[in-house]
């Protein structure tokens, strides 16, 4: 009789929660669960990775793009938000409204002046996608677009999730079949860290990043413009109408794009609205350019207290202010409208592909691509 009443709670529980796999933190109260989240049109099963710390901060990311879906994040006040785009089902990110919300964006993310490139001596010719170039990695099969394989995993300390792809040689135009994958481990320090890894059988450019998109405010809060940003970047790379680096470095001292010290992001930007990029859209040359990972930049909100500080080994971080957001519906009914959400983009810099003085993208056969990008979630009182 008692095991007849197990068995009847036990399927009750399958049916309420799904089939849930569930895993614990090793060191602490973390605890990570994975769930269905539906299927693609195509018919793919996607699945979410919900990631809680010990603080209660908890990160989901989906496998349709190894993409972060929500942070809830405590204000000063204790007060959880959820503080990134996204939307509520698999649609939805299959959907017009989806300008790369959280996804990992490659196989090459930001811009490839003219969708061309030459390497070994030939020529590879990509989609145009942002007239006249290519941007972040194509039109069907880029890496945002793509359902990677899922799995949970028990990192040492904290909870955490890894993706894996392998994108067949002459996917999107690119060379050589690219062996991906994307591990994030949160931990009770309020760190999520991000590594990426990538392997090739032939010579092929690689640029990754997550292109989530923060308002700390909480995600369809009307602006970013509040929101002071330090930058750890002495440089940018001036770009042409068409966001492409002209090759030069410039100074940002005495510009609209001195962050160096923590600055409010609506202080300056209307000097940028009648620009190509209509805001902020800049590729910034970060002052740490050893490899090893360093602090590259500082968002806090005034009004609850978040602080996100974002660490990276990457020589480049894209500063977007969400200028093409246009009031998309997203999570929850919320709207995302032009400005209320801002990007950070740790990169290698745009176009480097076809700019010799920047550093290189190449991934070669026998090397491994590998990068790390911490970003750490905090709260300030004044
Ligand atoms: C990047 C680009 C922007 C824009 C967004 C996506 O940040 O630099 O110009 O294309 O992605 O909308």
Not at 276 to 294: I, P, S
């Amino acid at each position: 009789m008692k095991t007849n009443v197990l068995t009847i709670l036990v399927a009750f529980a399958v049916l309420v929660v799904g089939a849930a796999d569930t895993s614990r933190a090793a060191d602490g109260k973390g605890t990570a669960v994975q769930k269905s989240f539906g299927k693609t049109a195509g018919g793919e099963a996607v699945d979410e990775f919900i990631l809680k710390n010990a603080q209660g901060l908890t990160v989901s990311v989906i496998s349709r793009g190894a993409t972060i879906r929500q942070i809830l994040a405590k204000d000063r006040d204790g007060k959880v938000a959820d503080i990134v785009n996204g939307f509520d089902d698999v649609a939805g990110y299959e959907g017009e409204g989806n300008q790369y919300f959280g996804c990992t964006t490659g196989r090459v993310c930001n811009r490839i002046a003219n969708g061309k490139f030459t390497l070994d001596g030939k020529e590879y010719t990509l989609a145009i996608n942002n007239e006249p170039n290519h941007l972040h990695g194509g039109v069907k099969r880029s890496l945002d677009k793509v359902v990677w394989k899922g799995r949970l995993i028990e990192p040492k300390r904290g909870v955490g999730a890894a993706f894996s792809y392998t994108s067949p040689d002459g996917e999107e135009g690119y060379p050589g079949t690219l062996k991906v994958s994307v591990r994030y481990v949160l931990t009770d320090d309020n760190k999520l860290s991000i590594r990426y890894s990538a392997t090739t059988d032939a010579a092929t450019p690689v640029n990754l990043t997550n292109h989530a998109y923060f308002n700390l405010a909480g995600a369809g809060s009307p602006t970013v413009l509040n929101h002071e940003l330090q930058l750890e970047a002495d440089k940018y790379t001036p770009a042409d109408d068409t966001l492409i680096p002209t090759g030069r470095i410039a100074n940002v001292q005495g510009t609209v794009l001195d962050f160096r010290k923590s600055t409010r992001i609506g202080d300056r930007i209307e000097e940028l609205t009648d620009t190509a990029a209509l805001g902020y859209d800049h590729n910034f040359v970060l002052r740490n350019q050893t490899g090893e990972n360093a602090l590259a930049a500082t968002l806090r909100d005034p009004s609850s207290g978040r602080v996100l500080k974002i660490y990276t080994q990457e020589p480049g971080i894209q500063f977007y202010s969400g200028n093409f957001l246009h009031g998309q519906k997203g999570k929850g009914g919320k709207e995302y409208a032009h400005r209320s959400a801002l990007c950070l983009e740790d990169q290698h810099y745009p176009d480097s592909v076809n700019q010799p003085s920047f550093p290189t993208t190449i991934l070669k056969p026998g090397d491994k691509f590998s990068k790390t990008t911490v970003y750490e979630f905090g709260v300030f009182f004044k």
